[in-house]
């Protein structure tokens, strides 16, 4: 059976007290719309549509970032959770299949669950999402009648009874398209907010004789973000099953909970992390590489037995071949280090190929920018870079090659030579007691001004 998704994404987020539209706030370094949609793209659905309105423009680019061949459909005025299904009506024309609607504020829902929606949908005609809620407070209430949904009641229309239910709606709603739509069409806007609720279709098919029953799944699946405080509170769930998920693929944490990832960070078994790591998005780290403390990596590559840190930072297109040593106040942008070679102290490489078993000394600093133009810098193999070079891009040092300390290097350095330019050493004898006894007395004289 063909799938496609419909995810709801209009909402301006009031209580957000943002400016950002809420779907593009981000949990793990991605917003909450890319959440959404990762765990649904693994049904592999025919159709994506992603229903905007407020910030429409930033939402469907962020949408397009994730996947280009995302469908956005708009909602000029938000009417509520079945007028904007509504709108992706014409964005499906043709589709013979089951669609979920979806929220895009609501960001841990597994693909799990969202096949054992469609396996209930083989012998239903309408399947919802409910969570046993540990205080059910105001949300809307399932009532069951075995395995069959019978009402979805809100909480202000409950009766006691039926707020004593902990069986709870989370929104989301599984039904072929058909069926669907044609539920849609009979949704009414009879209440106080004149809007209309995707929610009604249940007790619309059950008039009809339709079947419909309810899936189940953990309440912190369901969680739906709404504000500052629920946004803080969703990005440290997401960190603590994303540390336990790497724990228990094996990767050692010293301090799991100063250990912050990404959506997509990849780690592989006999990792090392240390205390106070941040790994920005499109990070990878290969088996038995060791990042030290008070480092933050994005976008770059650390291979197998790579050491990083402690306090280094990577930029992206950092990339870290096997055995690299990366030390302590380092940074390493656009920059590709080959195998066994080290840049252990107070130093930048930007732009920049350094070759195998190569040493980079303190203080180095590849000079890439010249105010409009980056440039490349290029380092052979077993070569030595002395503490304090600078190196004027474009340039080239050859293999086994070096460069003295305090040199600043403008033009390429053949294989095997050493590079050197200094200013000749001039010591002028007793200068420095005649200079301090003159600044000394010009001090003196202005305290007492």
């Given at each position: 059976?063909?799938?496609?998704?419909?995810?709801?994404?209009?909402?301006?987020?009031?209580?957000?007290?943002?400016?950002?539209?809420?779907?593009?706030?981000?949990?793990?370094?991605?917003?909450?719309l890319h959440h959404a949609m990762l765990s649904a793209s693994a049904l592999e659905p025919d159709r994506t549509i992603v229903v905007t309105g407020h910030?429409?423009?930033?939402?469907?680019?962020?949408?397009?970032?994730?996947?280009?061949?995302?469908?956005?459909?708009?909602?000029?005025?938000?009417?509520?959770?079945?007028?904007?299904?509504?709108?992706?009506?014409?964005?499906?024309?043709?589709?013979?299949?089951?669609?979920?609607?979806?929220?895009?504020?609501?960001?841990?829902?597994?693909?799990?669950?969202?096949?054992?929606?469609?396996?209930?949908?083989?012998?239903?005609?309408?399947?919802?999402?409910?969570?046993?809620?540990?205080?059910?407070?105001?949300?809307?209430?399932?009532?069951?009648?075995?395995?069959?949904?019978?009402?979805?009641?809100?909480?202000?229309?409950?009766?006691?009874?039926?707020?004593?239910?902990?069986?709870?709606?989370?929104?989301?709603?599984?039904?072929?398209?058909?069926?669907?739509?044609?539920?849609?069409?009979?949704?009414?806007?009879?209440?106080?907010?004149?809007?209309?609720?995707?929610?009604?279709?249940?007790?619309?098919?059950?008039?009809?004789?339709?079947?419909?029953?309810?899936?189940?799944?953990?309440?912190?699946?369901?969680?739906?973000?709404?504000?500052?405080?629920?946004?803080?509170?969703?990005?440290?769930?997401?960190?603590?099953?994303?540390?336990?998920?790497?724990?228990?693929?094996?990767?050692?944490?010293?301090?799991?909970?100063?250990?912050?990832?990404?959506?997509?960070?990849?780690?592989?078994?006999?990792?090392?992390?240390?205390?106070?790591?941040?790994?920005?998005?499109?990070?990878?780290?290969?088996?038995?590489?060791?990042?030290?403390?008070?480092?933050?990596?994005?976008?770059?590559?650390?291979?197998?037995?790579?050491?990083?840190?402690?306090?280094?930072?990577?930029?992206?297109?950092?990339?870290?071949?096997?055995?690299?040593?990366?030390?302590?106040?380092?940074?390493?942008?656009?920059?590709?280090?080959?195998?066994?070679?080290?840049?252990?102290?107070?130093?930048?490489?930007?732009?920049?190929?350094?070759?195998?078993?190569?040493?980079?000394?303190?203080?180095?600093?590849?000079?890439?920018?010249?105010?409009?133009?980056?440039?490349?810098?290029?380092?052979?193999?077993?070569?030595?870079?002395?503490?304090?070079?600078?190196?004027?891009?474009?340039?080239?040092?050859?293999?086994?090659?070096?460069?003295?300390?305090?040199?600043?290097?403008?033009?390429?350095?053949?294989?095997?030579?050493?590079?050197?330019?200094?200013?000749?050493?001039?010591?002028?004898?007793?200068?420095?007691?005649?200079?301090?006894?003159?600044?000394?007395?010009?001090?003196?004289?202005?305290?007492?001004?």
């Amino acid at each position: 059976m063909s799938t496609a998704l419909i995810i709801l994404a209009a909402g301006k987020g009031t209580r957000m007290e943002s400016d950002l539209p809420k779907v593009l706030h981000k949990i793990g370094g991605a917003p909450l719309l890319h959440h959404a949609m990762l765990s649904a793209s693994a049904l592999e659905p025919d159709r994506t549509i992603v229903v905007t309105g407020h910030g429409a423009e930033l939402v469907e680019a962020a949408a397009q970032d994730f996947d280009p061949d995302v469908i956005a459909v708009r909602q000029p005025e938000q009417l509520g959770t079945a007028h904007a299904v509504r709108q992706a009506r014409s964005a499906l024309d043709g589709f013979d299949g089951d669609v979920i609607v979806l929220y895009g504020d609501t960001p841990f829902i597994t693909t799990d669950t969202l096949d054992q929606m469609i396996a209930a949908r083989a012998a239903h005609d309408v399947v919802v999402l409910g969570f046993e809620a540990a205080v059910a407070g105001r949300y809307g209430r399932l009532i069951m009648d075995g395995k069959s949904l019978k009402r979805i009641v809100e909480f202000k229309d409950a009766t006691d009874e039926e707020r004593a239910v902990t069986l709870c709606n989370s929104g989301v709603i599984c039904a072929d398209s058909a069926t669907l739509f044609d539920l849609l069409d009979a949704v009414d806007n009879n209440n106080a907010a004149r809007e209309y609720y995707l929610p009604d279709i249940v007790g619309i098919a059950n008039t009809r004789g339709l079947k419909t029953t309810a899936v189940t799944c953990a309440e912190a699946e369901t969680l739906g973000i709404n504000s500052r405080v629920e946004l803080a509170t969703a990005e440290a769930l997401f960190q603590q099953a994303k540390r336990r998920e790497m724990i228990e693929d094996g990767v050692m944490m010293q301090a799991p909970d100063t250990v912050f990832l990404s959506f997509d960070t990849i780690i592989g078994r006999d990792a090392e992390i240390e205390p106070n790591v941040v790994f920005a998005p499109g990070v990878t780290v290969e088996s038995g590489a060791r990042i030290r403390a008070f480092t933050h990596l994005e976008g770059a590559h650390v291979s197998r037995g790579a050491i990083v840190g402690p306090f280094a930072r990577l930029r992206p297109g950092a990339e870290l071949a096997e055995h690299v040593h990366i030390g302590n106040f380092v940074e390493i942008k656009n920059a590709t280090i080959d195998e066994g070679a080290k840049v252990n102290h107070l130093t930048y490489i930007g732009d920049a190929e350094i070759g195998a078993r190569s040493n980079i000394g303190a203080g180095t600093i590849t000079c890439n920018y010249d105010g409009v133009m980056k440039h490349r810098t290029t380092i052979g193999r077993d070569t030595f870079i002395g503490s304090n070079t600078m190196l004027v891009a474009p340039v080239t040092v050859g293999n086994e090659a070096m460069t003295a300390t305090a040199t600043t290097v403008t033009k390429d350095v053949p294989d095997g030579a050493m590079a050197i330019s200094r200013a000749e050493q001039n010591n002028k004898p007793g200068f420095a007691r005649k200079l301090f006894s003159m600044l000394r007395a010009k001090k003196a004289k202005q305290a007492k001004g």
